[in-house]
T-cell receptor, first 114, second 112 residues
Framework: SAVISQKPSRDICQRGTSLTIQCQVD?????MFWYRQQPGQSLTLIAT?????????ESGFVIDKFPISRPNLTFSTLTVSNMSPEDSSIYLC???????????FGPGTRLTVT | AQTVTQSQPEMSVQEAETVTLSCTYD???????LFWYKQPPSRQMILVIR??????QNATENRFSVNFQKAAKSFSLKISDSQLGDAAMYFC?????????FGTGTRLTIIP
């Protein structure tokens, strides 16, 4: 297993502002993933972030709204831009540690937009 | 597109008893992976068990086991000797086409 941390753990933000969420892993991984979990809902994949290439976004998610950086093999950021109350969710990062398709998740960031 | 269906929004079980959570999925692929994740109130997603589609043998991890029926596209989770710490949301997930697709979840309550 690995230790996966996220910062911040929670935040309350004003609409129209942006928040950058950090995900740090204590070992090098090729693939990192960002998910959104809206209140009372399941997890939805936002994008896959591989080091050295542009993130791949799922249908319904665009780079202008959710820009992602992946500067090295242990770190990634997700920015939620121009926030609205509908962006209030838990945002989780995950990693595929071994290439065995198992994903391990960070503790999540609870975002509330007012 | 793959879909994952969990038809039981909520389940409850007496402590020390056995409970089975249901999951079905839809796919045209022959090679894929299936998972059960647990999300307690702390919101941490915890991998419970995995099953490779090419394996006929059902996966087992201590008190957790699955009943994998590939032809029926069914993947249920059995929890034996239920404990208070098993209370959580349980999500079934399918991995194919380089992505993980989750079901809507089943909230499991353990009755002391």
């Amino acid at each position: 297993s690995a230790v996966i941390s996220q910062k911040p753990s929670r935040d309350i933000c004003q609409r129209g502002t942006s928040l950058t969420i950090q995900c740090q892993v204590d070992s090098q991984v090729t693939m990192m993933f960002w998910y959104r979990q809206q209140p009372g809902q399941s997890l939805t994949l936002i994008a896959t972030a591989n080091q050295g290439s542009e993130a791949t976004y799922e249908s319904g998610f665009v780079i202008d709204k959710f820009p992602i950086s992946r500067p090295n093999l242990t770190f990634s950021t997700l920015t939620v831009s121009n926030m609205s109350p509908e962006d209030s969710s838990i945002y989780l990062c995950s990693v595929d540690l071994t290439g065995s398709y198992e994903q391990y998740f960070g503790p999540g960031t609870r975002l509330t937009v007012t | 597109a793959q879909t994952v269906t969990q038809s039981q929004p909520e389940m409850s079980v007496q402590e020390a008893e056995t409970v089975t959570l249901s999951c079905t999925y839809d796919t045209s692929e022959s090679d894929y992976y299936l998972f059960w994740y647990k999300q307690p109130p702390s919101r941490q997603m915890i991998l419970v068990i995995r099953q490779e589609a090419y394996k006929q043998q059902n996966a087992t991890e201590n008190r957790f086991s699955v009943n994998f029926q590939k032809a029926a596209k069914s993947f249920s989770l059995k929890i034996s000797d239920s404990q208070l710490g098993d209370a959580a949301m349980y999500f079934c997930a399918y991995f194919g086409n380089e992505k993980l697709t989750f079901g809507t979840g089943t909230r499991l309550t353990i009755i002391p």
